[in-house]
């Protein structure tokens, strides 16, 4: 896997702004502290971490543990863990163990949501990151007949919560393991939706106020996250929150995701939409696509994402023509036998294009071009420079031999 160079740059001084709509077709990433999970660095320009979560139950480590493992083979670089109560917890540490004996160490994240203190506490000896959502966390009974809060019970109950973060933060800081802020716009608390209503800004103030009482304790290994189901809520809360951190001088990473994506095409399109616009601005240092699949099926569209904007190269890059009535082959069919031969290469930028009315321009930045010049020949192309034409079923055998003269070409697996 390659990882590309992004320029990371730091708040403007002219608009008071990390967010970068850069106009130089590169993405210039929003400075952030890096913050450890495990192996993996959050931030502090490392490359962007791809994350899932498996769906096992906690209790039953064997399966837990091949889950764990089946995400990791295929390039998943954290791995969350729901931990719904202590005995769940304790079985991390077993989880953990043979993670070590039997495969290697995983980056694990635990997830913890109502009330969640002695959990978060035991949990965090054996996972890397805890994960809390500020809306739970000390969960409190919505009152069906409130019409205020006054400034005495949300101070109240802030008090409650730092009483109870403390011990966490405390266990965390020591460790020099790391906690994720989890903000979701369906699960903000009480306090929070009278004070902001149901808004991107509830769901920053919610984030903002575990912060200062992680700052308070010197504790600065967080990473934040503020996700919803609907994309431009998510997209104006993680804006906000960047703007926000700029004012106060805060730099922590950012976790990108669409909450309840769904599944199938529209589940990939929902993520992108939301994940892809944030980390076009340079906002996000992780991402996790959320889909009702399996997680195995997470992962490719994390890596599809990050491919398509530059930020990472997990896979060759095919640019191909959308066809039309000018193309002098099957495309559809050629491009598909070109992916065969040649998916393998990871880091290549492979061109494969119907005709030369736009072709050798369009395909400029590719490594290697497959061009229909005229009927019955293909033309192969090393960037811009035509190297031979041979005949349209000799294509594919001579595009690998051109690959394998310049020494970039390596056997399948």
């Known amino acids: ?246 004012e106060l001088g805060m730099d922590y990473p950012l976790h990108l995701g669409v909450t309840e994506a769904g599944d199938g095409e529209y589940g990939r399109i929902k993520s992108t939409a939301g994940i892809g616009t944030l980390l076009a601005e340079g906002i996000g240092d992780t991402i996790r696509v959320s889909l009702t699949e399996d997680p195995e099926k997470e992962i490719p569209v994390c890596y599809g994402i990050l491919q398509a904007l530059g930020l990472r190269r997990t896979m060759v890059e095919y640019v191909a023509c959308p066809s039309c009535g000018r193309t002098l082959f099957n495309l559809q069919e050629v491009l598909q036998k070109v992916r065969e031969a040649t998916s393998h290469l990871t880091g290549l930028n492979i061109a494969v294009m119907g005709c030369i009315v736009n072709g050798p321009g369009e395909m400029a930045d590719a490594d290697y071009g497959y061009v229909g010049k005229q009927a019955g020949y293909i033309s192969l192309y090393r960037g811009r420079e035509e190297i031979k034409k041979v005949p349209e079923d000799q294509g594919v055998a001579e595009l690998i031999n051109l690959i394998k003269s310049d020494g970039k070409w390596v056997d399948p697996a």
């Open 1 to 246: 896997m390659q990882t590309l160079p992004n320029p990371v740059v730091a708040p403007s001084a002219s608009t008071n702004s990390s967010i970068c709509l850069a106009t130089d077709g590169t993405i210039h990433r929003r400075k952030t502290r890096p913050v450890p999970v495990g192996s993996i660095t959050i931030g502090g320009g490392h490359p962007v971490a791809v994350q899932s979560m498996i769906n096992e139950d906690t209790l039953d480590i064997e399966g837990s543990v091949a889950a764990i493992r089946r995400l990791h083979e295929i390039g998943c670089e954290i791995v969350r863990v729901t931990v719904p109560s202590m005995a769940h917890a304790k079985a991390m540490e077993e989880i953990r163990r043979q993670l070590y004996t039997t495969y290697q160490p995983v980056p694990l994240v635990a997830d913890v949501h109502h009330n969640g203190m002695k959990i978060a506490l035991e949990v965090a000896n054996y996972v890397d990151n805890v994960r809390i959502n500020p809306g739970l966390y000390v969960f409190e009974k919505p009152n069906a007949g409130r019409t205020e809060y006054t400034q005495a019970e949300f101070d109240e109950i802030g008090e409650k919560i730092r009483e109870t973060l403390k011990p966490l933060v405390v266990s965390l800081r020591d460790q020099n393991k790391s906690m994720r802020i989890g903000v979701n716009h369906g699960s903000l608390a009480e306090r929070m939706l009278f004070t902001y209503g149901d808004t991107p800004e509830g769901m920053v103030e919610s984030a903002l106020e575990f912060i200062r009482m992680c700052e308070e304790l010197d504790f600065y290994n967080l990473e934040i996250s503020l996700k919803a189901s609907k994309v431009p809520v998510m997209i104006a809360a993680n804006r906000l929150m960047v703007q926000r951190m700029d």
